[in-house]
């Protein structure tokens, strides 16, 4: 039973940071694309950025590009989302998701196989 759970949100001031963990179980996730998406009220589930977990490749949507940062620790199952710059047109849910391909990376939620709960951000202008 594979099993996301995010954590780390919270409230923040424009430009200020924060890091948010998605501790994966359940399963062995070097086969797996894990990617962050955030929602915010009103608007469609948006993709922000994804790592292929083996070969450790990261990808970013436009609007986040060199302002967050993904990562992952084999050692603790966990894929981390740096967040600096922080903007308040990124107050959203984030979510965490997993899919069992190692190669595609799509921007697609209904691609993707597994959800964590989410995890808010609100960052105050």
């Known amino acids: 039973q594979v099993q996301l759970v995010e954590s780390g949100g919270g409230l923040v001031q424009t430009g200020g940071s924060l890091r948010l963990s998605c501790a994966a179980s359940?399963?062995?996730?070097?086969?797996?694309?894990m990617a962050w998406f955030r929602q915010a009220p009103g608007k469609e589930r948006e993709y922000v950025a994804a790592?292929?977990?083996?070969?450790?490749?990261?990808y970013y949507a436009h609007s986040v590009k060199g302002r967050f940062t993904i990562s992952r620790d084999n050692a603790k199952n966990t894929v981390y989302l740096q967040m600096n710059s922080l903007k308040p047109e990124d107050t959203a849910v984030y979510y965490c998701?997993?899919?069992?391909?190692?190669?595609?990376?799509?921007?697609?939620?209904?691609?993707?196989?597994?959800w964590g709960q989410g995890t808010q951000v609100t960052v105050s202008s």
């Open positions: 790592i292929r977990w083996s070969a450790g490749i990261t």
């Open positions: 359940g399963r062995t996730f070097s086969s797996y694309t």
């Open positions: 998701a997993a899919k069992y391909d190692s190669v595609l990376v799509p921007a697609t939620p209904d691609l993707y196989d597994y």
